[in-house]
């Protein structure tokens, strides 16, 4: 089944505990990205990640960090949480550009995370 | 900047009932439109898009068409059912950008 998966589901740490969430995608995606969902501010992008190497920020990148080593997985990293990165988190996989226009996102089902 | 404002839910409704959720953008250039699905614990998926003015999206009884001329893309139902209960978010993305920009999503709760 062609799928985004994350993990873990659902994380409750303490400030400062360095953490991972995982994102891995089984389509052979070139493009991948991380949003975060706030109430009253739908999603917004964290980083993303074009290709194998390739990483930029998005709107939201303060306190966080990625990788892109191998195409299907995109790992986010928090090196030292904060209550305000207290959130829900999706990771998203898309083919890629096609001219200027950008493909479908694929959503994995989300992580929430809580800060204390 | 690029933006994307939505009409405030929660959106109650009965069965069968008529459903619109207005959306409205700003963007500086030639934006795809996009309506994403998010069903209780699950991730969003793609419920309908559009790529160039008056093109219509549709899919599962639900359209919204791509109006440059008022910058709108709402999403219409005709008759809704309880499973269509969800938060509804309108997106786009332009030109060579990788991401989309979101509304702030609008709740539909649909009553029997």
């Known amino acids: 089944e062609a799928q985004v998966t994350q993990n873990p589901r659902y994380l409750i740490t303490v400030t400062g505990k360095k953490l991972t969430v995982t994102c891995s995608q089984n389509?052979?995606?070139?493009?991948m990205s991380w949003y975060r969902q706030d109430p009253g501010l739908g999603l917004r992008q964290i980083y993303y990640?074009?290709?194998?190497?390739?990483?930029d920020k998005g709107d939201v990148p303060e306190g966080y960090k990625v990788s892109r080593k191998e195409k299907r997985n995109f790992p986010l990293i928090l090196e030292s949480p904060s209550p305000n990165q207290t959130s829900l988190y999706f990771c998203?996989?898309?083919?890629?550009?096609?001219?200027?226009?950008?493909?479908?996102?694929?959503f994995g089902p989300g992580t929430r995370l809580t800060v204390l | 900047g690029d933006s994307v404002t939505q009409m405030e839910g929660p959106v109650t409704l009965s069965e069968e009932a008529f459903l619109t959720i207005n959306c409205t953008y700003t963007?500086?250039?030639?934006?795809?439109l996009f309506w994403y699905v998010q069903y209780p614990g699950e991730g969003l998926q793609l419920l309908l898009k559009?790529?160039?003015?008056?093109d219509k999206g549709s899919n599962k009884g639900f359209e919204a068409t791509y109006r440059k001329e008022t910058t709108s893309f709402h999403l219409e139902k005709g008759s809704v059912q309880v499973s269509d209960s969800a938060v509804y978010f309108c997106?786009?993305?332009?030109?060579?950008?990788?991401?989309?920009?979101f509304g702030a999503g609008t709740r539909l709760a649909v009553h029997p």
């Open positions: 998203a996989s898309s083919p890629g550009l096609a001219g200027l226009r950008i493909y479908e996102q694929f």
């Open positions: 389509m052979n995606h070139e493009y």
């Open positions: 990640s074009m290709n194998v190497e390739v990483t």
């Open positions: 963007a500086t250039g030639y934006p795809s």
């Open positions: 559009a790529t160039k003015a008056d």
């Open positions: 997106a786009l993305s332009v030109g060579g950008y990788n991401k989309l920009i």
